[in-house]
Nanobody
Framework: QVQLVESGGGLVQAGGSLRLSCAAS????????VSWYRQAPGKQRELVAT???????TYADSVKGRFTISRDDVKRTHVLQMNSLKPEDTAVYYC??????????????WGQGTQVTVSS
């Protein structure tokens, strides 16, 4: 069974930094697109950052220049480094990956979510 497990998150003051990690486990043939999403109270889930297996990255305009997504395909982890955090970054952050398991169809998998709170 394929799983994504997140770590990191927590409470930080505005201007601070946090690092979120997402580790994939299970019978995985390949990991394709990996992404981070977030959902603030009362708002829809939004895409924060994405990176493809070819190394192409995209970011939401609101985080460009502050957040960096990276991946380690050997360790099967991907990381969201968040710098210069703002109170409006407060949300539950979810990792997502499009994974091809062995002998199964490709699908989207989600982490359990981790709370990030930025105080002013």
């Amino acid at each position: 069974q394929v799983q994504l497990v997140e770590s990191g998150g927590g409470l930080v003051q505005a201007g601070g930094s946090l690092r979120l990690s997402c580790a994939a486990s299970g019978r995985i043939f390949s990991i394709n697109i990996v992404s981070w999403y977030r959902q603030a109270p009362g708002k829809q889930r939004e895409l924060v950052a994405t990176t493809t297996s070819g190394g192409t990255t995209t970011y939401a305009d609101s985080v460009k220049g502050r957040f960096t997504i990276s991946r380690d395909d050997v360790k099967r982890t991907h990381v969201l480094q968040m710098n210069s955090l703002k109170p409006e970054d407060t949300a539950v952050y979810y990792c997502n990956a499009r994974i091809q398991p062995w002998h199964m169809a490709e699908g989207d998998y989600w982490g359990q979510g981790t709370q990030v709170t930025v105080s002013s």
